[in-house]
Structure formats: structure tokens, C-alpha cells
């Protein structure tokens, strides 16, 4: 008899504790409003029961953040004309005697030997400064194409910023940067123009070397 009394208390022990347990998940998932006054405290608002307004805080689209950032961008792009202009006015400066050509590039010599800034292609990119130097090397046959493309993988691989490349029958060779202002190409434009000239130099020197071992 004993047994069983002590049996039957500790089931009802049980069923009690598992019932308190219960009851205090269900309050600790209640949800509790975000939005509330500062000065009241939390215990209170929920004894009170009392209601608060959520605020609706307008959240901007993702699309329509970042097309408002390409305008904005765009609206900082000079026009072709800028560009050109702001161009000539600093060779101009640094004692070059610039012009424009049909397709709108800057052109200006140094040592006897023809360069181009090509205009149209920051104007699409306000970020991108290319200066090229065109038609450096003529390529006579197609045993010295291959000869040509063996130097330019050498200047590629050597010299920084420097593509050497071909264009029909002729050996082309360039300087590319990144700006953050389309102005800031002042500020790097000599040792871009030494080292294409050193880009250019090791090519050569390439080019004997191999022609060299042919006699």
C-alpha cells in the first residue's frame, strides 16, 4: 500500500513539472514588439499588455540602389569633347604638340616615334587610361610573326602595365592603368611614357637575339 501511494505522488511530482515546464517555453517564445518607447520597461509592457505602433522603416530595392549609383557615376563621365581637351591642354603643357584624329585620339611624337591616347576608350570607361604606341615593328613574313609574338611574350611577362601586341602586319605597343579620377593620368603619365619606352627596347633587344641566332 505503501508502494503505491509513494508511486501515485511521484507521477502527479511529474506531471506537474513537466506541465510548469510547458507553461514557461510557451511565455519565453512570446513575441515581444520591437518597436517600443525606450522608458518603459520591458517586464511592464508585458504585464500591461499595452500595444505600440511598429514603425515602418522604407527600405530601398537593391536595383534600385545600384542604378542610382550608374547615374551617378555617369553623370561624372566627361564627353568626348572634355576629354579632349583636357588631354591636349596637359601635353600642350608639358611642351608636346598635340592633335586630334579621325577617330578622336590625342596623338602627339616624342623622340620621333608616334603615340596616341585613346580617348574613346576612358569615355566609355571613366576609370581607363590607354596610351598606345602604333606600328613600331613591321612584320615582313610569317616566319617573323612568330619571332615577333616569342619578343612580345617576354615584354609581356617582364615589363609592368605593357601589352605588345600585333595589328595586321605591324607590331603594336600600350600602357593601361586604372584611375580613380579621369584627371589623375597627370600624375603617372612620365613613368608611363619610361616604361613603354622600356617595353618597347626589350622587344628589340629580343628580336635581335633571335635573329641573331638564325645566321
Not at 9 to 16: E, H, M, R, S, W
Not at 70 to 77: D, F, G, W, Y
Not at 184 to 203: N, T
Amino acid at each position: 500500500m505503501t508502494r503505491i501511494m509513494m508511486t501515485h505522488t511521484l507521477k502527479t511530482t511529474l506531471t506537474v513539472l513537466c506541465t510548469v515546464s510547458f507553461l514557461s517555453g510557451c511565455v519565453a517564445t512570446q513575441e515581444v514588439p520591437v518597436d517600443v518607447p525606450p522608458d518603459k520597461p520591458s517586464m511592464e509592457r508585458l504585464s500591461s499588455g499595452e500595444q505600440f505602433p511598429s514603425r515602418i522603416i522604407p527600405v530601398q530595392p537593391a536595383v534600385q540602389r545600384l542604378s542610382g549609383k550608374k547615374r551617378q557615376s555617369n553623370a561624372q563621365t566627361q564627353s568626348m569633347k572634355e576629354l579632349q581637351l583636357m588631354y591636349l591642354s596637359y601635353l600642350k603643357k608639358e611642351g608636346y604638340l598635340p592633335k586630334i584624329d579621325s577617330d578622336g585620339d590625342v596623338l602627339f611624337k616624342k623622340e620621333g616615334k608616334n603615340y596616341f591616347i585613346d580617348v574613346e576608350a576612358q569615355q566609355k570607361d571613366p576609370n581607363y587610361f590607354r596610351m598606345v604606341l602604333p606600328n613600331f615593328w613591321s612584320i615582313e613574313n610569317d616566319i617573323e610573326r612568330l619571332e615577333v609574338l616569342v619578343a612580345a611574350d617576354q615584354v609581356n611577362s617582364t615589363i609592368k602595365l605593357v601589352k605588345v601586341h600585333t595589328v595586321k602586319d605591324d607590331t603594336w605597343a600600350s600602357v593601361q592603368i586604372f584611375v580613380s579620377n579621369q584627371e589623375d593620368f597627370q600624375d603617372f603619365f612620365p613613368r608611363m611614357m619610361s616604361i613603354l619606352s622600356g617595353g618597347v627596347e626589350l622587344f628589340v633587344k629580343k628580336m635581335r637575339e633571335i635573329k641573331s641566332k638564325k645566321i
